[in-house]
């Protein structure tokens, strides 16, 4: 599968923004679904993950309550909705996918084998 992330831009504190990740190739339902992000010196970090088949949503603990990820398997699209934006949420944001992800690795990047191009979020204050 490939992965085309799209959505970033520059937002204000307390602003909102909504990324979306299209996915070409077939039988998406069955690619659990992630989005990571990366700021500039720092490492990858996990920020929200959808299991395959309604399997359940997982969130990094920066993020819980003010992100939700979503997916439209009719779409071949995972949605990442950010809203109550910091400036520490600042980075380029990935999405991810496999098919064999498991619920106890849901948060490694190991656990993925395709990956989007980025797009980049800033947060101004």
């Known amino acids: 599968v490939q992965l085309q992330a799209s959505g970033g831009g520059l937002v204000q504190a307390g602003g909102s923004l909504r990324l979306s990740c299209a996915a070409s190739?077939?039988?998406?339902?069955?690619?659990?679904l992630a989005w990571f992000r990366q700021a500039p010196g720092k490492e990858r970090e996990f920020v929200a993950a959808?299991?395959?088949?309604?399997?359940?949503?997982f969130y990094g603990d920066s993020v819980k309550g003010r992100f939700t990820i979503s997916r439209d398997n009719a779409k071949n699209t995972v949605y990442l909705q950010l809203n109550s934006l910091k400036p520490e949420d600042t980075a380029v944001y990935y999405c991810a996918a496999d098919r064999n992800t498991i619920s106890s690795t849901v948060s490694y990047t190991s656990a993925y084998d395709h990956w989007g191009q980025g797009t980049e979020v800033t947060v101004s204050s």
């Open positions: 959808i299991k395959r088949y309604g399997g359940g949503t």
């Open positions: 190739g077939r039988s998406f339902s069955s690619y659990t």
